[in-house]
């Protein structure tokens, strides 16, 4: 069974920095590019970024919004995707999903991790 | 940054009704457009990919149109099961983005 399961939120000071990880499982997730997609409370998705594969030399991409703050990193070895968040608004409460991306679609999401920036 | 529109945001509908949503993207996309069905506290979950073509196990009273800037889900015999959120979400060029969502209620 294709499976993502994110680990690492929680509540955070405004200025503070987490670190998401994201395990994968029953895919070859070395061929795959990966994402995070977060959700604000009672709103809808919002794209946070992508890491390509080793065969697209692990490139990346970010939404302007975290541009500068957030880094998407990955280990092939350990089937792991990870979010470094630095710098943290209170506006980046969310839940964090990673999901497997691809040029069509993004399939399967896992179950999500709430991170809350609050004083 | 290519801004998706859904329509309506909300809809309110009964068991066995054919409910359409529309996704309306600012420029050109293709065919690179996909939909999700994301229910209370719970990840979404692919439905349609290409604008047309079925995830694996979704069931055939979804269906999924158009091609450029309009683009159509359609349900053809809502189920208890389909009340939910739907969204769609552009890959043609980055940031990939998301429609705003619609709001399945039951009425």
């Known amino acids: 069974e294709v499976q993502l399961v994110e680990s690492g939120g929680g509540l955070v000071q405004p200025g503070g920095s987490l670190r998401l990880s994201c395990a994968a499982s029953g895919f070859s997730f070395s061929d795959h590019y990966m994402d995070w997609v977060r959700q604000a409370p009672g709103k809808g998705l919002e794209w946070v970024g992508r890491?390509?594969?080793?065969?697209?030399?692990?490139?990346?991409e970010y939404a302007a919004s975290v541009k500068g703050r957030f880094t998407i990193s990955r280990d092939d070895s350990k089937n792991s995707l990870y979010l470094q968040m630095n710098s943290l608004k209170t506006e980046d409460t969310a839940v964090y999903y990673c999901?497997?991306?691809?040029?069509?679609?993004?399939?399967?999401w896992g179950q999500g991790t709430l991170v809350t920036v609050s004083s | 940054d290519i801004q998706l529109t859904q329509s309506p945001s909300f809809l309110s509908a009964s068991v066995g009704d054919r409910v359409t949503i529309t996704c309306r993207a600012s420029q050109d996309i293709s065919s690179f457009l996909a939909w999700y069905q994301q229910k209370p506290g719970k990840a979404p979950k692919l439905l349609i990919y290409a604008a047309s073509t079925f995830q694996s196990g979704v069931p055939s009273r979804f269906s999924g149109s158009g091609s450029g800037t309009e683009f159509t889900l359609t349900i053809s015999s809502l189920q208890p099961e389909d009340f939910a959120t739907y969204y769609c979400?552009?890959?043609?060029?980055?940031?990939?983005?998301f429609g705003g969502g619609t709001k399945v209620e039951i009425k």
């Open positions: 999901a497997r991306g691809s040029g069509l679609w993004f399939d399967p």
């Open positions: 890491i390509r594969n080793k065969v697209n030399s692990y490139t990346t």
């Open positions: 979400q552009q890959l043609n060029s980055y940031p990939l983005t």
